[in-house]
């Protein structure tokens, strides 16, 4: 599907599925909860790390993805000095604005009515 275009940045699509390196730009990405997946995540990829921040858990995944590409070892928990780490502070300050956007009803979306 195309990107609607209320949505900012540009999309890395191609270049993913052709398996072409991408560039160090930053690019954040949400995953909410389907069938596939029962969390809500955001998260960003800065140059070879990719940051995931579980909403509901609490729980962060950190990769150096030019080491680990298949994102099998968590580096969150072998990082103590982690708050300091600009992928953080990045991610961290993005879900913060995402969350006060959603908070405010100013995301401009339609969520679905549950019975």
Known sequence: LGAESRFMGTSHDHSLREGKALTSDEAFFEVLPDQNYNHHMVGLRMGDEKLIYHLNRGAIEHYKLSEDPKERVNLY???????????????????????????????????????
């Open 77 to 115: 928990n072998a990082d103590h000095n982690y708050q300091d780490k600009p992928v953080y502070k990045k991610l961290m300050n993005y879900v913060e604005a995402h969350l006060n956007t959603l908070a405010k009803g100013e995301a401009r979306v339609s969520l679905p009515k549950f019975k």
